[in-house]
């Protein structure tokens, strides 16, 4: 958001986000509280073994602590993990999450398996297996929900692949970092960790609990393996106190995921419903999160024309596979949502 606000010189605080997708409703108030009471522990060092947050992550997933690694944020456990499992060929999806390729960029090949408008930009799993079998993968690398598309690969589906990758000992790298968004027992992972040692599943807890700026995210694996070498690069105290203090924090209250999934989902209908008197200039693909994927048909540029109304939107032509005309929002307030739906009539009346 600065760099746009200082290449279009605009002041930061007047702009209204929608190119963040961070939980509408905003931290914890609960957490809010415990930071502001526990400034005084600043003056000492973190426990660098962290025991008491890997205990509140095990807890709350029910799994043992060893199949933990904490991490700075998720994209430091993202490029630790890269440096870590030295694959030969790997395969990502396109669009997805850019991270993936700065932190693989130094493996010898890395495939992309194009997702296409017409379907949705949905993945089909039969047909990634078989480019991954020709391709002759060692590992693949899925971003579920997938960012910025919005989309989730089914459960069913991804047990098929995960059969398929222990068979030829693929590792399975699923980046799960707005699954919280989504009903969890019904799209997550994690149950199957323990059965496949080629599964790492990361997980993000800035996303949820709109704490960004503490970084914080985690692995989770049963390959004890890869654990102690990525223990091993990890420089020492990574996790700030406070970053600490929210994690153990934040996952004593379940009861603030499943209202934020609440009203995500109703907030995202509302947008979705009222985007659609936009057809055919703007369309709006399927979503399960807290963002949508819009691909827009002007011939101007959205963003620099929703920046006159002081509205950022996301736009995706940096991404791979993807084009000038797509952009992404996130979901908010029915008072900022709003606000973005008139910024957009304003605008595409105009066209």
């Known amino acids: 958001m600065q760099e746009i606000a200082e290449k279009y010189q605009v002041k930061q605080e007047t702009l209204l986000d929608f190119s963040a997708n961070i939980n509408p409703l905003g931290m914890p108030s609960s957490l809010q509280q415990k930071l502001v009471t526990s400034i005084q522990k600043l003056a000492h060092y973190p426990d660098i073994r962290y025991r008491k947050l890997k205990e509140a992550i095990a807890k709350f997933h029910q799994l ?22 030295k694959l030969s060929q790997l395969l990502l999806l396109a669009p ?9 960029r130094n493996y010898d090949t890395v495939f992309s398996y194009y997702l296409l408008a017409p379907h949705n930009f949905q993945v089909d799993v039969a047909d990634l297996i078989a480019y991954a079998k020709k391709e002759k ?22 047990l098929i692949l995960l059969d398929f990758c222990r068979q030829k000992k693929i590792s399975l790298i699923i980046d799960e970092a707005f699954i919280d968004f989504t009903p969890l027992e019904e799209n ?46 990890t420089v020492p105290w990574h996790i700030n106190t406070f970053a600490e203090i929210a994690g153990r924090e934040v996952l004593k209250n379940p009861d603030f995921i499943k209202e934020t999934q609440n009203y995500v989902k109703e907030e ?30 002007g011939v101007t540029c959205l963003q620099e024309r929703l920046l006159e109304k002081g509205v950022l939107v996301r736009k995706c032509d940096s991404f791979r596979g993807l084009s000038a005309g797509f952009y992404r929002i996130a979901v908010r307030s029915r008072v900022e949502n709003m606000a973005l739906l008139q910024a957009l009539e304003e605008v595409l009346c105009e066209e």
Do not use: W
Request: glycine share 6%; hydrophobic share 45%.
């Open 188 to 233: 997550s992972m994690i149950s199957e960790l323990a059965n496949y040692q080629e599964l790492f599943i990361i997980r993000s807890l800035t996303k949820m609990f709109a704490i960004p700026g503490l970084r914080l995210g985690y692995l989770l694996t049963s390959n004890q393996n890869i654990l102690k070498q990525m223990e091993m690069i």
């Open 268 to 297: 995202r209908e509302f947008l979705v419903e009222n985007l659609q008197k936009f057809k055919p200039i703007l369309k709006v693909f399927p979503s399960e999160v807290n963002y949508l994927f819009l691909a827009y048909q």
């Open 96 to 104: 997805t999450f850019m991270e993936y390729e700065g932190a693989f």
């Open 137 to 158: 993968v060692t590992g693949i690398c899925l971003c579920n929900p997938n960012n910025p598309t919005g989309q989730v690969i089914a459960k069913k589906d991804l």
């Open 64 to 85: 043992p602590q060893q199949d933990i690694y904490l991490g700075n944020g998720a994209a430091e456990v993202i490029f630790n993990l890269a440096q870590v499992l």
